[in-house]
């Protein structure tokens, strides 16, 4: 069964910066490599919903409501994908989130933990 751990979310105060990584540790390579992967994140009450997404090849997508601010990596070699989050605000407090997309553009795996990213002075 795939797992996705993610981590390195905290407190930061608003305009700080923070990178969140999710590792696929049991996926072998040769399947992380071709998968469209995606971050998202989740407040109480709300609706999960995608930030950031990058293409095997590389292409990227961003919600407008990051756009400019987050940046969205992979290394495939460590099988891990990152978030780097710039000039947080606090509507960017959250639970973080990352799985991969299907062909389909929905969330292929069962989710795991999350991370909290807390954007407050």
């Known amino acids: 069964q795939v797992q996705l751990v993610e981590s390195g979310g905290g407190l930061v105060q608003p305009g700080g910066s923070l990178r969140v990584s999710c590792r696929a540790p049991?996926?072998?390579?040769?399947?992380?490599?071709?998968?469209?992967m995606a971050w998202y994140r989740q407040t109480p009450g709300k609706e999960r919903e995608l930030v950031a997404s990058i293409a095997p090849g590389g292409a990227k997508y961003y919600a407008e409501s990051v756009k400019g601010r987050f940046t969205i990596s992979r290394d495939n070699s460590r099988k891990t994908v990152y978030l780097q989050m710039n000039n947080l605000k606090p509507e960017d407090t959250a639970v973080f989130y990352c799985n991969a997309l299907d062909t389909t553009n929905e969330p292929e795996f069962n989710w795991g933990q999350g991370t909290q990213v807390t954007v407050s002075s």
């Open positions: 049991r996926m072998i390579f040769s399947v992380f490599a071709p998968k469209q």
